[in-house]
């Protein structure tokens, strides 16, 4: 018997439509719709068909556990407006399989709670930023690993490996804990600057919600204030000599060329013939390359996460199979760490790992 | 012949700068943009074309600064400044070579220059600029001409110097008699204390996160 909900999952993740669906598994709509209200089984046929073109297992489509899919009222979408429904879902739903892996780490793993204060008074986005840059210890210092201080701070990060352009990234809260999914095929500074969006979105819009009309400008604020923090930017580039040296000083605060020009002009730093000569000459590298790239950044967590499981003999394979969800969709959502060339340590190295009690 | 009197103390660059009733930060901000006009300038841009920039863009710069109740435009012989008739003084802008804004060494102008600089430099010998002794022959114009030489280059510092010709021949400045130092090759200006890079200013550091096992 397969669980109807599981396989709406699928069809989610594949952004079928339901005719679309049915089409795949060899029935037609109104057969489907049986299946799901429970008068009906799917033929073995379809079954096969199913296993086949998703790459989920039997296991998972016969579990009756319940699913928790991101909460669509909840959640902050960066995107375009060209993004379709298919496409949304389908990284909502990719959110659902992270919340089975995050459930079950949590309940191997004591990871950093979250202490991310969100009793923000009526302050502008670019005081917010600095407050919580405050809070954090870190002043007006670059930020040298934006993935490993929002880890470090209880933010829970996981990669989505959707391939549209159109959709950048989402967060929500859940049980207090804050998600942060990125879409990774972007370049680094774009998704380091979607991270610090949408920690603007979890710090600002948790309790009023971010579908009003000034959520995206202001986590935007949030971001650019978070990353290139004014006192700092001044400091390191009282003027603007030419496009070259916003693409060499871009690494320092690890953003896009485009958005240092961006937050230079705004600051009055540049002028209007300047930034739109910079943008022109900018858009010549093409729309996904960027000058003088920086490293992509990964997560530590599920890295030593990871590890420690291998080493304890459950390779990812082996995980996705206890968790009964396809390795590669849980590969996609890790930063692809379990596929990187020498992921795992060598046997002789230490890992600082230590068993505490379980106090959940 | 006299050796050149190079002026490259900051304070001394300021206050040599408001005795020709000019702002030392307004005329840096002349070079800056000269400069970044020139920064603007492609391969496709017709050759030299960089260095008309800067001469066109620091005249306009200089005029959009300065101009006003006792600096007004000048174009005399076709050479683009401004003029300042209660002072005598004339100012145009000029790029220069790499020992620009340089205090040990001589600059020159990076190409040659005609009749009109040469006419310009002859006419400082008789003249008279504040500051200086008061001039031996007093004939042609009466005004002093000053260059503002700036040597811009795409990834060579930035270099500017306000001086004044006494000796041109060949096409060239051969000798200055005053060379007021405005950039020395840093982003800051001359003499200006250097600002070290402190550990507050370092960005973050990529720190360990404990992820502990739970005993079961």
């Not at chain 2, 600029?129 to 795409?154: C, K, Q, R, W």
């Not at chain 2, 001359?190 to 070290?196: F, Q, W």
Request: charged share 25%; aromatic share 8%.
């Amino acid at each position: 018997m397969l669980n109807p909900e599981r396989l709406e999952l699928v069809r989610l993740r594949h952004g079928l439509t339901k005719i679309g669906f049915a089409d795949k598994l060899g029935v037609d709509r109104k057969t489907l719709q049986r299946f799901e209200n429970g008068d009906y089984e799917l033929p073995n046929s379809s079954v096969t068909k199913l296993l086949d073109f998703s790459g989920y297992s039997k296991e998972f489509f016969g579990d009756f556990s319940k699913l928790e899919y991101p909460s669509p009222e909840g959640v902050s979408f960066r995107s375009l407006r060209s993004l379709t429904a298919a496409r949304r879902n389908a990284a909502m739903a990719a959110g659902a399989l992270a919340f089975i892996f995050d459930d079950f780490i949590t309940s191997e793993y004591a990871l950093p709670e979250s202490n991310l204060t969100t009793e923000v008074k009526s302050v502008s986005p670019a005081k917010a930023a600095l407050s919580l840059r405050a809070d954090w210890g870190i002043g007006f210092r670059p930020i040298g690993n934006l993935l490993n201080l929002l880890e470090r701070h209880g933010l829970r990060v996981f990669s989505l490996v959707e391939e549209t352009r159109h959709l950048d990234a989402y967060s929500l809260w859940r049980n207090e804990k804050p998600y942060i999914f990125l879409n990774t095929l972007k370049s680094a500074e774009r998704s380091r600057f979607d991270a610090a969006h949408e920690l603007g979105h979890l710090l600002l819009h948790r309790h009023i919600g971010s579908s009003h009309s000034t959520a995206e400008a202001e986590a935007d604020a949030f971001a650019s204030a978070f990353l290139m923090p004014r006192e700092d930017l001044l400091a390191e580039i009282p003027r603007v000599r030419s496009l070259q040296v916003i693409i060499e000083k871009k690494q320092r605060w690890g953003v896009s060329a485009a958005a240092l020009a961006y937050t230079l002009h705004k600051m009055g730093k540049i002028s209007d013939w300047h930034y739109r000569s910079y943008c022109i000459a900018l858009g010549k590298f093409g729309r996904d390359k960027e000058p003088n790239p920086m490293q992509r950044e990964s997560s530590q967590i599920w890295e030593k996460v990871l590890t420690d499981l291998w080493r304890r003999g459950t390779p990812l394979s082996r995980l996705a199979k206890q968790l009964k969800v396809p390795e590669r969709e849980l590969n996609g959502l890790l930063f692809g760490i379990a596929t990187k060339a020498n992921p795992l340590p060598q046997e002789s190295s230490k890992i600082s790992l230590r068993t505490i009690e379980n106090n959940t | 012949m006299i050796e050149a009197i190079v002026v490259s103390v900051a304070s001394e660059c300021k206050s040599e700068i408001e005795k020709l009733n000019l702002d030392l930060e307004k005329l840096l901000e002349v070079v800056r943009y000269a400069d970044s006009e020139r920064a603007l300038c492609t391969r496709n841009d017709p050759r030299g074309f960089g260095l008309i920039t800067i001469n066109a863009k620091a005249a306009r710069g200089l005029r959009e600064q300065f101009c006003g109740n006792d600096w007004v435009h000048d174009e005399t012989d076709n050479q683009p400044g401004i003029l300042n008739e209660e002072l005598g003084v004339r100012i145009i802008p000029c790029n220069f070579d790499e020992n620009a804004g340089n205090p040990l060494l001589d600059p020159t102008n990076r190409t040659e220059k005609g009749a009109a600089s040469s006419k310009k430099v002859r006419c400082n010998g008789t003249s008279w600029l504040p500051g200086l002794e008061p001039p031996i022959i007093d004939d042609e114009s009466g005004v002093v001409t000053l260059v503002l030489g700036i040597f811009s280059e795409e990834a060579e510092p930035l270099r500017a110097e306000l001086s004044y010709p006494l000796e041109f021949n060949g096409g060239k400045y051969k000798y200055f008699k005053r060379r007021i130092m405005l950039l020395s090759g840093s982003d800051a200006p001359i003499d200006s204390p250097a600002t070290a890079d402190s550990e507050s200013g370092k960005p973050t550091e990529t720190v360990e996160i404990n992820v502990e096992r739970r005993k079961k």
